[in-house]
């Protein structure tokens, strides 16, 4: 049997889907609105210079995402083929981190923009993408 593995993901959360039901939920860790203590400052002086605090916050968010897609990877190693689908940007930046291991970049995979759905409609909407798509290997 081929493995088909379908990602449903977002900024939140990511699921892995078989044809038959939801293997795997992994969820982000991406704070957009971080709790600010009140006596930090926005930047920082140091001598006649003063630092924004702003690219050190911007540098942190990207290596959230960046951990985040990850995990996903490294949860969806065996695949004979794959589908990502989502409604955000996510999913180009999963295709791009999954082209660049080396295992995993000459095989098959699919991106397509989805909408929010209930994980029944997920495991429906990946069944019915494996049936209608046969993918020869």
């Known amino acids: 049997m081929k493995a088909q593995i379908g990602i449903w993901i977002d900024k939140s959360k990511a699921q892995i889907i078989t044809?038959?039901?939801i293997t795997k939920t992994i969820y982000s860790e991406f704070d957009p609105k971080p709790r600010i203590d009140p006596q930090k400052r926005e930047f920082g002086r140091?001598?006649?210079q003063i630092i924004s605090t702003e690219n050190s916050d911007q540098n942190r968010f990207k290596q959230q995402e960046v951990?985040?897609?990850?995990?996903?990877v490294t949860?969806?190693?065996?695949?004979?083929?794959?589908?990502?689908?989502?409604?955000?940007y996510m999913k180009n930046r999963l295709l791009k981190m999954i082209q660049v291991d080396y295992l995993l970049?000459?095989?098959?995979?699919?991106?397509?923009?989805?909408e929010k759905m209930t994980d029944n409609q997920l495991?429906?909407?990946?069944?019915k993408h494996f049936e209608n798509h046969e993918v020869k290997i």
């Open 105 to 114: 970049k000459n095989k098959p995979i699919q991106v397509i923009t989805a």
């Open 123 to 127: 495991v429906a909407y990946v069944k």
């Open 19 to 21: 044809p038959k039901k």
């Open 46 to 48: 140091f001598g006649k």
């Open 67 to 72: 951990n985040f897609l990850k995990k996903v």
């Open 75 to 88: 949860n969806c190693k065996h695949f004979e083929s794959l589908l990502i689908f989502g409604p955000a």
